[in-house]
């Protein structure tokens, strides 16, 4: 398959070193598809938003549903993410989206943001899935004095727009809250909570074994063609056809898996460090003992909570080099920054490091609905690295489109419209490089 980077970074025999890996219960592997199977609804892809549309799709209108799956339930980006269950899904801006989309559509992206991270709460709950839930709503922080101007500006626009109440907090108030580091100030948007990743992803992938919904891991799809009406999905071993499929496959999708999506995607890389656990005294001459997901108000954002053993997770952009030499380059990168914001832990040493996928669009907006004419072909996808709400409610937003509870879609515009294809494609990860160039120079000099 053909991939925009180091293809080695898409194998599934490639497994991410994370801390979740290591602390979360293991689960039985998913037998892998070995003879010619079908089904009313193929899924390819088991994170979040595959498993939650199977879950939806058999439970509220009881389809047979089956999914495909290169490796394991939450391999990819499920499994590997920072965990920050909050908004955030898209990279256009709520002023940009108004002038796009207009206000009521925008209004009702942003509800659909706030319903994503109470619909993961309650799903949490109500499948008794222990995912290490902590903090209460997020904090954006200032990297730089005049960014205080602009989280004001945010908190009176959310305000007006959406009657959203947020707290702008003050370098005292920082402080009290145990927030303590190279920062001038935060918001704190009232939405949100941090989770274990593979905690959640192993405990919907339980739920659905339990649910009767077979998952085939070790089951890449390598060809996807058309029988008459049906699609036909080929693996290494076998083949599974189908009325509909869904490709739920994120930043780990290949180029040429489909031509809806080829050329209209562009994978990025994300990195995390993870530290050994910070003593008391540690911690408090930092000053920081709040769980609370924090990211920082950079373009190029770093996303940072201390974890509820003590560690302290930090992440950022991983580069544009997905090889062992890129990945190593990215580790370095990402500690200096780590010890620069934090300098108190700049002798604290990390025990874990790994990157991994996140998916962008031309439109900077992620995509729920059908990719081919005659709507058996159906996708969501490009969360912006912000798709542990997002993709979780899409995954039942998705169902209820498939199966056409309502004649029309009661999505928003902002995540029914096409997304389209990026000028010259081949040259995608040109352009991610000349942005983060870009994005860098605005960060750290204005
Ligand atoms: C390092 C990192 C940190 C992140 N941090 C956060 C965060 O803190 N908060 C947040 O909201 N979001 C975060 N994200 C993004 C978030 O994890 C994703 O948006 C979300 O998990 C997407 O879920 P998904 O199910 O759509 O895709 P994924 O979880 O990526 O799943 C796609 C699956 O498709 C499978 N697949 C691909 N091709 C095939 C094929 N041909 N055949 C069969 N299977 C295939 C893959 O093996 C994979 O398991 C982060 C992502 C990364 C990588």
């Known amino acids: 398959m053909k991939y925009l980077y180091d293809s080695n970074a898409f194998a599934p025999s490639t497994v991410a070193p994370s801390y979740w890996r290591d602390t979360a219960p293991t689960i039985d592997d998913f037998p892998k598809l070995t003879a010619d199977d079908q089904c009313d609804v193929a899924i390819i892809g088991s994170g979040y938003t595959g498993m ?19 490796a394991q339930p939450g391999w990819g980006a499920s499994g590997r993410n920072g965990g920050f269950c909050c908004m955030g899904a898209a990279k256009l801006s709520y002023s940009q989206m108004i002038k796009r989309y207009g206000l009521g559509e925008t209004k009702s992206f942003f509800d659909t943001q706030k319903a994503s991270v109470s619909f993961v709460r309650s799903f949490l709950k109500d499948h008794n899935i222990d995912a290490d839930v902590t903090g209460e709503g997020e904090i954006s922080l200032a990297h730089k004095a005049n960014r205080m101007k602009e989280l004001q500006e945010e908190q009176s626009f959310l305000k007006t727009t959406f009657s959203h109440k947020t707290t702008l907090l003050q370098p005292d108030d920082l402080t009290k809250m145990g927030l303590s580091g190279n920062f001038h100030g935060g918001l704190h948007n009232p939405i949100g909570f941090g989770l274990h990743p593979l905690r959640y992803a192993r405990g919907l992938a ?51 898996l489909s031509k809806s999506v080829s050329g209209k995607l562009l994978p990025a890389l994300s990195s995390v460090l993870v530290t050994r656990p910070l003593t008391d005294d540690e911690r408090s ?28 997770l930090f992440g950022g952009r991983g580069g544009t080099d997905a090889s062992s030499a890129g990945k190593i380059n990215a580790e370095r990168v990402l500690r200096q920054d780590f010890e620069k914001l934090f300098p108190e832990w700049a002798s604290v040493t990390h ?21 081919n004419a005659d709507k058996t072909a159906w996708a969501s996808l490009a969360y912006h690295g912000n798709g542990v709400a997002m993709s979780s409610w899409a995954g039942q937003a998705l169902a209820d489109e498939i199966a056409g509870k309502d004649k029309t879609s009661k999505l928003s515009t902002v995540l029914s419209r096409p997304y389209t294809n990026f000028p010259l494609p081949s040259l995608r990860l040109l352009y991610l490089k000349a942005a983060y160039a870009y994005y860098h120079v605005k960060d750290e000099w204005l």
């Not at 025990?351 to 990719?371: D, E, K, M, R, S």
């Open 52 to 70: 939650m549309t199977a879950y939806h799709l058999a439970t509220r209108y009881g389809m047979d549903v089956k999914i495909l799956e290169a």
């Open 351 to 371: 025990t874990h490091f790994w990157q991994g996928f996140v998916c962008l669009a031309n439109n900077l907006v992620p995509y729920i609905g059908p990719i």
């Open 285 to 312: 001459r930092q000053g920081w003992n709040n769980t609370t997901p924090v990211y920082d108000s950079r373009i190029l954002l770093h996303y940072f909570r201390l974890l509820p053993d003590g560690r302290f």
């Open 206 to 256: 339980e739920t659905l074994r339990k649910a009767k919904i077979k998952i085939y891991g070790d089951s890449a799809v390598t060809q996807w063609s058309r029988q008459g009406n049906a699609h036909i999905l080929r693996t290494s071993e076998g083949t599974l056809k189908a009325q509909k499929v869904v490709m739920a496959t994120n930043g780990y999708t290949a180029d040429d």
